[in-house]
């Protein structure tokens, strides 16, 4: 250990910050980071081998573990992979309702990303007042589906059920507080000397080092690249909403702290003008299909979705029975915890937080 | 304390004993009254962090134990002393038990500096306001082996972040007190104290000439307490628990004792030197105008003094943790450049201040 | 470069190509400004019984096309070669696919089992897999 000067030391399995089950290999020299190796794995759960003995109905439910910070992304991924592959329709309301619920999701990721990445670099409050605002988030997810992670609401040819004038009404109050909510996060956070010291020009992902280790979602569009998956996605309504992809040009921490921020305006944008349509219009929400026994024809698909931590795809391919022959999932914090090595190299041991946190990046969805 | 202790005398003669005894016994007296004050202070003073910090956060904070759960900290104090005490494998067994002691006794011993009234001030000679720096530096020690005996990589990292922000936080620490010493022309607390008395209600406060000074004092102290900010040794994300990632039971419970009353103690000691102290901000004792008793008038004034010494103490105290509340933590390098490049020189900068202030006055 | 795009009914386009010709392929593609692909978005293995399939799912993200490339492998000696040095993405995916259906990729620097722990027996994506290990602790292995 002691003869080439330098340190080596083990963040996780079990540590406060690693964010689950993560761990780190670490050489230092001094403080400065000479090496890090990730090793993953720890919670493997064997989602894809799982999927090949259950029927799709059966497996719908635990796809939602695959994230657990953004259930209805996945979900919304392999279903929007069946019914590609079955042929099933799925109707406008529906669509809405999907649009509505997953970008409600993304808020509440961004938002406890928010509070546990301050945690990180040591500022204990905005934690409490991010999971306030994220509260108000999870009860509504609980009456609109009974649960407050895991939603399972998603099925086969649109959604469970409807959703109600009351709920709606519930939610379009909480868009209008919330703008007033994020600009305190931005007073007290964006702001604060300390935070820009330690985020700015720290852990600079370049925009070839971006592609080349295939990172998306906002960790990509923090340096500089325009890439929005929802913006092409066939099956959601994006295109009739009106957004804007909000992107950064330096790629450092601050930037992926900013991204995240503005991400959050332009989700209560969409969530408030899907409340509108939703308002305005009636509709079936679900296809007629019998989803127990759902035999999908021999196939093979894969459905790309914009999750808060990257794009999320799910490959699903069928030989026509009762059970899926085989389902992949591609996730973004997977290859964040690839790149995260290249980031730390040579910086400060204090900066790694700094850098880690600001990738987003969950075990879960990192081992599957 | 001359007077205190020639009651004790005559309360002595009164039972017919002799005077070595008096003069033998006397000095317990006092840190017996200090010992049981620290732990009673501490146990409040960890309720009231979390009290605050839950005010700050929007939350209950501790409400079970105990109207207002004013027992929780007891509760967890009796959890600690139940606790088994873990001694892992491969670390020096006698450094390992010695370390929080050398981080709590320094603690117990400068409580006794600080004067709480005119007549109490244990430790009491003519350079005082320095032994209170070098006794508050030796905990830093006790951590500085923690971390070595630990045989922890986080505890070692930890208690080497420590050293190196007590010996950058030190030097402005002192050049402040300098100023001060200028100001009151002695390096005594109590004189240093009376010092600050004037005609007007708190207008001699010396936190007036050198607030400069104070503000860097107050940074260096927090510096010195390990507090966020400057929580580096600590940094949960990064070092788990710093260099008290493997103790427990009653050890954990010196450090954690040593941690919160060294918070108290810096407190009352900025609150010393900048905000008068013991002296009352109205101008006047209560008990002075109300009580006809001579006797019963100075006691009364005493307890006064020692009023208004905790309610500046616990003001101090509440800006910390509000600080705590809502600023992020430093960067290791960060610190100590902070603590070269803008606090010496503001302390400096301050001391000229003040001996212009000073040569003009 | 010998290479044929398959329509087939119900999926996506791919293009089939034999291993030893996948670098030049994905060089091409990468490169060539017509094309683009700059993002490897995932690399797929699938046990198709008598052999296994690989599947390099590539992206442009300026023209936001996706192409699919499939190599099939021999079953009993599966080798593909690495595209490390061409998406270095592709590590973490093929220590993966390695560690799952114990496919070998030729010239990765460091192939080793990702999600399984060390010194576990056998693949258990494939198809055939039953769990063998006799073993009874952790200890043990």
Not at chain 1, 314 to 331: F, I
Request: proline letters at 5%; a negative charge; one cysteine or more.
């Amino acid at each position: 250990m002691q003869t080439n000067n330098k340190l080596k030391i083990n963040i996780g399995p079990q540590h406060p910050s690693t964010h689950g089950v993560l761990r780190f290999v670490l050489e230092l020299d001094g403080e400065i980071i000479k090496s890090c190796e990730p090793v993953i794995g720890y919670l493997h759960r064997g989602m894809e081998k799982m999927a090949e003995s259950r029927t799709y109905l059966q497996y719908l439910p635990t796809v939602d573990r695959v994230d657990y910070l953004g259930g209805f992304f996945n979900s919304y991924a392999f279903c929007n992979a069946v019914e590609n592959l079955a042929q099933i329709e799925v109707s406008k309301r529906s669509r809405y309702i999907r649009v509505l619920t997953l970008e409600m999701n993304r808020l509440s990721s961004h938002l406890l990303w928010l509070g546990s990445y301050l945690l990180d670099m040591g500022a204990t409050s905005p934690l409490f007042y991010t999971l306030r605002d994220r509260e108000v988030l999870l009860s509504l997810f609980e009456e609109l589906t009974g649960q407050r992670l895991m939603y399972n609401y998603y099925t086969f040819g649109g959604v469970r059920h409807d959703v109600w004038a009351d709920w709606l009404k519930k939610v379009a109050d909480f868009v209008e507080i919330m703008p007033r909510k994020i600009q305190d996060y931005e007073d007290i956070i964006t702001n604060n000397p300390i935070f820009a010291t330690r985020t700015k020009d720290i852990g600079i992902l370049s925009k070839h080092k971006a592609l080349q280790y295939s990172i998306t979602g906002p960790n990509l569009r923090a340096s500089g690249i325009d890439l929005d998956s929802r913006k092409d996605a066939n099956n959601l309504i994006y295109d009739e909403l009106d957004f804007e992809t909000k992107i950064a040009h330096s790629g450092d921490s601050f930037d992926r702290y900013m991204v995240r921020i503005e991400e959050m305006r332009e989700c209560l944008k969409i969530i408030s003008q899907c409340v509108n349509w939703l308002m305005g219009n009636e509709g079936d929400v679900i296809s007629p299909v019998k989803q127990p026994t759902l035999k999908v024809p021999e196939g093979e698909f894969i459905s790309n979705v914009e999750a808060p931590r990257g794009i999320c795809s799910c490959y699903v391919k069928s030989d026509g029975s009762g059970k899926p022959y085989r389902v992949k999932w591609r996730t973004g914090s997977y290859y964040a915890v690839q790149l995260l090595p290249k980031l730390l190299e040579g910086t400060f041991y204090p900066d790694m937080m700094a850098i880690f946190g600001s990738l987003d990046v969950i075990a879960p969805e990192v081992d599957r | 304390m001359d007077y205190l202790y020639f009651l004790y005398l005559e309360l002595l003669h009164k039972w017919n004993l002799p005077d070595y005894i008096a003069m033998v016994t006397f000095p317990i007296i006092p840190f017996c009254f200090v010992a049981a004050a620290l732990i009673v202070v501490v146990i409040f003073l960890v309720l009231a962090e979390r009290k605050i910090l839950a005010f700050f956060t929007q939350r209950k904070g501790p409400n079970r134990v105990g109207p207002w759960g004013l027992f929780q900290t007891i509760a967890d104090a009796i959890k600690l002393l139940c606790k088994e005490n873990i001694t892992p494998e491969g670390t020096d067994k006698f450094l390992f038990t010695l370390a929080p002691l050398l981080a709590f006794i320094p603690v117990l011993v400068v409580w006794g500096i600080i004067p709480f009234c005119n007549e109490f001030d244990i430790i009491s000679f003519s350079i005082n306001s320095l032994l209170f720096v070098v006794i508050a530096a030796i905990p830093i020690l006790g951590i500085l082996l923690a971390g070595y005996a630990s045989n922890n990589k986080y505890s070692l990292i930890g208690s080497v972040r420590s050293v190196a922000q007590a010996i950058s936080y030190e030097l402005p620490l002192i050049f402040v007190l300098l100023s001060i010493v200028v100001l009151a022309s002695s390096m005594n607390l109590k004189q240093i104290v009376l010092a600050q008395s004037s005609i007007y209600p708190f207008c001699g406060y010396f936190v007036f000439p050198a607030f400069l000074g104070f503000v860097v004092f107050f940074a260096c102290g927090i510096a010195e307490l390990n507090r966020c900010p400057f929580d580096l040794p600590e940094a949960e994300s990064e070092l788990v628990s710093g260099y008290n990632t493997e103790y427990s039971g009653m050890k954990f419970a010196f450090f954690f004792l040593a941690e919160y009353a060294m918070m108290f103690i810096m407190c009352a000691f900025i609150a010393t030197l900048f905000l008068g102290g013991f002296l009352s901000p109205l101008g006047f004792y209560v008990g002075e105008k109300l009580i006809p008793n001579e006797f019963l008038a100075n006691l009364s004034v005493y307890f006064e003094q020692a009023f208004w010494v905790f309610v500046k103490t616990f003001f101090l105290i509440f800006c910390m943790i509000w600080v705590r509340a809502t600023l992020p933590r430093l960067k290791s390098h960060q610190l100590t450049a902070f603590a070269w490049k803008v606090l010496l020189p503001l302390s400096l900068l301050n001391l000229l201040i003040v001996c212009l202030i000073k040569a003009v006055l | 470069m010998n290479f044929e795009i398959t329509k087939k009914e119900n999926s996506f386009d791919k293009i089939y190509i034999g291993s030893n010709e996948l670098c030049e392929l994905l060089k091409f593609l990468k490169n060539n400004p017509e094309y683009d692909f700059d993002r490897l978005n995932t690399i797929i293995a699938i046990d198709l019984d008598d052999k296994f399939e690989v599947i390099y799912d590539l992206h442009s993200t300026n023209t936001g096309q996706m192409r699919r490339i499939s190599v099939l492998v021999d079953r009993n000696s599966p080798h593909v070669p690495s595209v490390v040095d061409i998406f270095k993405s592709a590590y973490f995916d093929e220590c993966e696919i390695y560690d799952l259906f114990g496919i070998t990729f030729d010239k990765n620097p460091d192939l080793k089992r990702l999600l399984m722990p060390r010194g576990w027996l056998g693949h258990p994506l494939r198809k055939d897999y039953k769990q063998e290990d006799e073993r009874l602790s952790w200890s043990e292995r």
